[in-house]
T-cell receptor, first 115, second 114 residues
Framework: KAGVTQTPRYLIKTRGQQVTLSCSPISGHRSVSWYQQTPGQGLQFLFEYFSETQRNKGNFPGRFSGRQFSNSRSEMNVSTLELGDSALYLC??????????????FGPGTRLTVL | GESVGLHLPTLSVQEGDNSIINCAYSNSASDYFIWYKQESGKGPQFIIDIRSNMDKRQGQRVTVLLNKTVKHLSLQIAATQPGDSAVYFCAGVNYTGANSKLTFGKGITLSVRP
């Protein structure tokens, strides 16, 4: 079974630009979560999508948004990029429900650098 | 809000020794806890989990202990191997039906000396 894939793997943008990251979950996984990982703040939850609906959201500004398509693929968008948005953005997929966290799989991440 | 944090930023152990990684959490309503391992260039990988109604769970070479009284979680790795070198995260889940959120600790680097 193919794992979680994220594209692109690396991205360099400048301040003020916007960026869209893509995540393809494992087949059969309908829940997709996004996380931001930085050396200073660690791993922080951005949002989770299930059935094309945002189910939960972390404490990030409105510049961070996402969506999920009918095939469970998800995208996240960051508008008006700031230097502090430089991070590794991780996507994870699982089946919904508490018991499925032990079968949540992470992608390799997209490394975003904002100059 | 909930915070889940780790006591030490780095841990260096001799190959073959046992490793103990500790974690404290603040939200007593957390239903479920997970330990993850993250190797360089990869996303976090599930190691072991424990529900809040348990105090110990064992896996292959790993044991997780949960002390709800002091809100403390630990990961024990038996006979640590070079392949165990990675960053380890604890995470807590507050599950509310359809919605749940995974809150991660800061991470600790485990370095295994040959």
């Amino acid at each position: 079974k193919a794992g979680v894939t994220q594209t692109p793997r690396y991205l360099i943008k400048t301040r003020g630009q916007q960026v869209t990251l893509s995540c393809s979950p494992i087949s059969g996984h309908r829940s997709v979560s996004w996380y931001q990982q930085t050396p200073g703040q660690g791993l922080q939850f951005l949002f989770e999508y299930f059935s094309e609906t945002q189910r939960n959201k972390g404490n990030f500004p409105g510049r961070f948004s996402g969506r999920q398509f009918s095939n469970s693929r998800s995208e996240m968008n960051v508008s008006t990029l700031e230097l502090g948005d430089s991070a590794l953005y991780l996507c994870a997929s699982r089946r919904p429900g508490l018991a499925s966290y032990n079968e949540q799989f992470f992608g390799p991440g997209t490394r975003l650098t904002v100059l | 809000g909930e915070s889940v944090g780790l006591h030490l930023p780095t841990l260096s152990v001799q190959e073959g020794d046992n490793s103990i990684i500790n974690c404290a959490y603040s939200n007593s309503a957390s239903d479920y806890f997970i330990w993850y391992k993250q190797e360089s260039g990869k996303g976090p990988q599930f190691i072991i989990d424990i529900r809040s109604n348990m105090d110990k769970r064992q896996g292959q070479r790993v044991t997780v202990l949960l002390n709800k009284t002091v809100k403390h979680l630990s990961l024990q790795i038996a006979a640590t191997q070079p392949g165990d070198s990675a960053v380890y995260f604890c995470a807590g889940v507050n599950y509310t039906g359809a919605n749940s959120k995974l809150t991660f600790g800061k991470g600790i680097t485990l370095s295994v000396r040959p």
